[in-house]
């Protein structure tokens, strides 16, 4: 009788998964819409109050998408527009007269204000229960604290990336994860929630050292440091889920071709819009990645999505 001989294969490498924000979002609008429903039929429809503080042109689109998400889910909202000249006293005297309002749920501020006005005592100034940004320090005390995912309102971006991990069935428990940048908007709450999920966090900083050597120790890597394709390849543990929450608009070709080389869509994309954006991540490192959130479709996809379940849920710890 012959022996057959074994030749062994090499176990092939997955291709990495992009992790799609814009389906995960509307999954979550179509699951928002139908307790919205319910909630109108019951005479108390979420509403949303945002307020934009001079005519940035960026931050008048983002204002204006939250609005219109509000209308497709059948929300209530209102735009409270101020000039850029609006002191911190005027804008106090009018997020407490939201405060008061019974039917307003979620209180959103549009960032940046102008540098004349206050910003942290606008902020505090906001009923902690109306915070849908989830930036007031009782808020960020509760995520901190470890306060369930349900009773907390997180920071929108944030909130959105575990949400993303979740629907992707992306395991965090006792994964090594690092979240590079510390700002209180992205770094800071996405470091609580990974922690509270029983992530091992590690939290770099521009006065980080060996940032490389830590980066490739990451299992989940989250980028939020402003810095147009910072991440690249040899920083991306293979394998890894790689998270890319920066956005940079970039206008010309060479800037394009620099970070797309011979993508024609890319192109395609530019001569048509007149820009074409890209993360903090290198779209090259995505190739080692185990999934990855692309960009546009990945995080900024979540966010706005991400405030109306803050709102909803708002509405639902208010209102019982
Ligand atoms: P930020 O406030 O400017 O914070 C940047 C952080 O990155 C800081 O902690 C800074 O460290 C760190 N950093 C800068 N250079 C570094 C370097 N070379 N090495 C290591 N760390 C470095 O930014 P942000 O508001 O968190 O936003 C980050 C990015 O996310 C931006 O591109 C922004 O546009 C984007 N974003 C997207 C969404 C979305 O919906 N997708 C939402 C918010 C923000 P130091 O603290 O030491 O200065």
Same mark, same amino acid.
């Given at each position: 009788m012959s022996s057959a001989i074994v030749t062994p294969i090499a176990a092939p490498i997955a291709a990495p998964v992009a992790l799609d924000g814009i389906a995960i979002a509307s999954q979550i609008k179509l699951e928002l819409a139908a307790e =919205?429903? =319910?909630a109108r039929a019951q005479g108390s !429809?979420?509403?949303? @109050? =945002? +307020? #934009? +503080?001079?005519g940035e042109a960026a931050s008048e689109m983002y204002v204006r /998408?939250? +609005?219109?998400?509000?209308?497709? #889910?059948?929300?209530y909202s209102e735009m409270h527009t101020r000039a850029g000249t609006a002191t911190t006293e005027e804008l106090l005297g009018l997020v407490a007269s939201l405060n008061a309002r019974e039917e307003i749920d979620g209180i959103l501020i549009q960032l940046p204000l102008p540098e004349h006005v206050d910003t942290a005592r606008l902020l505090e100034a906001v009923a902690p229960e109306k915070d849908v940004d989830g930036l007031h320090p009782m808020n960020m005390g509760r995520l901190l604290r470890g306060a369930a995912a349900e009773q907390v309102l997180a920071p929108c971006t944030p909130a959105g990336i575990m949400e993303m991990l979740r629907r992707s069935d992306i395991p965090v428990r006792g994964k090594r994860a690092v979240v590079l940048g510390r700002s209180s908007i992205v770094g800071k709450p996405v470091a609580a929630m990974l922690l509270n999920a029983s992530a091992t966090v590690t939290v770099c900083h521009s006065q980080t050292r060996d940032l490389v050597a830590i980066t490739r120790e990451a299992e989940i890597l989250v980028a939020a440091i402003g810095r147009a394709g910072f991440v690249t390849k040899d920083m991306v543990r293979p394998g890894a889920t790689v998270i890319d929450v920066g956005i940079h608009r970039m206008v !010309?070709?060479?800037? +394009?071709?620099?970070?797309?080389?011979?993508?024609?869509?890319?192109?395609?994309? #530019? @001569?048509?819009?007149? /820009?074409?954006?890209?993360?903090?991540v290198d779209p090259a490192a995505f190739a080692v990645s185990g999934a990855y959130t692309p960009v546009p479709g990945g995080v900024g996809a979540m966010t706005i999505a991400m405030l109306m379940v803050n709102t909803v849920k708002a509405a639902r710890m208010r209102r019982g």
């Amino acid at each position: 009788m012959s022996s057959a001989i074994v030749t062994p294969i090499a176990a092939p490498i997955a291709a990495p998964v992009a992790l799609d924000g814009i389906a995960i979002a509307s999954q979550i609008k179509l699951e928002l819409a139908a307790e =919205v429903a =319910v909630a109108r039929a019951q005479g108390s !429809t979420p509403g949303l @109050a =945002v +307020v #934009l +503080v001079g005519g940035e042109a960026a931050s008048e689109m983002y204002v204006r /998408s939250k +609005v219109r998400a509000c209308t497709e #889910l059948g929300m209530y909202s209102e735009m409270h527009t101020r000039a850029g000249t609006a002191t911190t006293e005027e804008l106090l005297g009018l997020v407490a007269s939201l405060n008061a309002r019974e039917e307003i749920d979620g209180i959103l501020i549009q960032l940046p204000l102008p540098e004349h006005v206050d910003t942290a005592r606008l902020l505090e100034a906001v009923a902690p229960e109306k915070d849908v940004d989830g930036l007031h320090p009782m808020n960020m005390g509760r995520l901190l604290r470890g306060a369930a995912a349900e009773q907390v309102l997180a920071p929108c971006t944030p909130a959105g990336i575990m949400e993303m991990l979740r629907r992707s069935d992306i395991p965090v428990r006792g994964k090594r994860a690092v979240v590079l940048g510390r700002s209180s908007i992205v770094g800071k709450p996405v470091a609580a929630m990974l922690l509270n999920a029983s992530a091992t966090v590690t939290v770099c900083h521009s006065q980080t050292r060996d940032l490389v050597a830590i980066t490739r120790e990451a299992e989940i890597l989250v980028a939020a440091i402003g810095r147009a394709g910072f991440v690249t390849k040899d920083m991306v543990r293979p394998g890894a889920t790689v998270i890319d929450v920066g956005i940079h608009r970039m206008v !010309t070709k060479a800037e +394009v071709e620099r970070f797309f080389p011979g993508d024609a869509a890319r192109l395609a994309g #530019l @001569a048509k819009r007149g /820009s074409t954006i890209v993360g903090d991540v290198d779209p090259a490192a995505f190739a080692v990645s185990g999934a990855y959130t692309p960009v546009p479709g990945g995080v900024g996809a979540m966010t706005i999505a991400m405030l109306m379940v803050n709102t909803v849920k708002a509405a639902r710890m208010r209102r019982g």
